[in-house]
């Protein structure tokens, strides 16, 4: 086999594996808790999620260091951030979305990064 086919079945095989590792999205049945998660001097991390009508997003996280974080959805170019916590260490709360649609939650570091601790639960209207 050539060198240059060996480096494209190479970049499909990574391509591959990479699918295979995409995680099944947070919903009521598929909470998510993680650990120490690293992000890096400036880095950012997002969980997205859809709410439907009725749904309420659980959310809490701690952090080593303060991280800006934030619940996020487009409308249109826009970026709408319905909640806004600023250089903080850690918070927890349930987000009651206003619109059925496709949320994320973003913690983004500052110059020191950050070790990050989170929790994102789905809970039907009425559980």
């Keep these: ?3 240059a086919s060996r480096a494209r079945c190479a970049a499909f095989a990574a391509a591959l594996s990479l699918c295979a590792c ?3 999205p947070i919903s009521a049945d598929a909470p998510k808790t993680v650990r120490g998660h690293p992000l890096p001097p400036f880095g950012t991390l ?3 999620l859809r709410l439907e009508r009725g749904e309420r997003a659980h959310f809490a996280f701690e952090s080593t260091e303060p991280v800006d974080f934030s619940i996020r959805y487009r409308d249109g170019p826009a970026v709408v951030m ?3 916590r600023e250089q ?3 918070d ?3 987000f009651a ?3 059925e649609r496709d949320y994320c939650l973003a913690w983004e570091a500052g110059p020191a990064g950050a070790s990050l601790d989170y929790l994102v639960r789905v809970k ?3 559980s």
Excluded: D, H, Y
Aim: glycine share 12%; with cysteine; net charge positive.
């Design 88 to 90: 903080s260490r850690g």
């Design 97 to 99: 979305p206003p619109l």
């Design 22 to 24: 995409v995680q099944a």
């Design 92 to 94: 927890a709360g349930v």
């Design 46 to 48: 997002e969980e997205c």
């Design 124 to 126: 039907r209207a009425g």
């Design 82 to 84: 319905p909640v806004v």
């Design 1 to 3: 086999m050539r060198p």
